[in-house]
């Protein structure tokens, strides 16, 4: 993890409000570390510039207070909503963009609200199914 942080990723103004506890377990722990490893610390790499994780970890709690899929991948800490540093849809775009052409293993990569943030999750070589979404 070179780039970013367990608090970083389970940073949430939503359970700060609400009073929701999300501290992650060991396994979700271990997950977030995959997904930076394996996705977020080789984009940023090729980035080259400060990207902002909007939301990580979510424990069931919080999930369902912010209207997350009941599957939801953010739930074991194997997904992040991401924007780059200057949050404009271009630049989220290029991203966007980015994950793709650096032939890095996702499970999926979603294009939120008309690039308003991407998320992208990583389960394990095995499991990814690469998909590509629009939401």
């Known amino acids: 993890m070179k780039y970013f942080t367990i608090e970083e990723l389970t940073k949430s103004d939503t359970a700060t409000r609400r009073g929701i ?13 995959t997904l930076v490893d394996k996705v977020l610390d080789p984009l940023r790499t090729a980035w080259g510039a400060p990207i902002v994780v909007n939301s990580g970890y979510r424990c069931p709690a919080l999930n369902e207070a912010v209207g997350g899929s009941k599957t939801s991948d953010h739930m074991t800490g194997r997904a992040a909503d991401i924007e780059a540093a200057d949050r404009t849809t271009a630049s989220n775009a ?9 032939g890095l293993s996702f499970d999926q990569l979603i294009d939120e609200s008309g690039m308003s943030w991407v998320h992208v999750s990583y389960r394990s070589e095995a499991e990814n199914r690469r998909q590509i979404l629009k939401l």
């Open 21 to 33: 506890d999300n501290t992650p377990t060991e396994e979700v722990k271990k997950n977030l570390t």
């Open 94 to 102: 290029r991203l966007f963009a980015l994950v793709q052409s650096l």
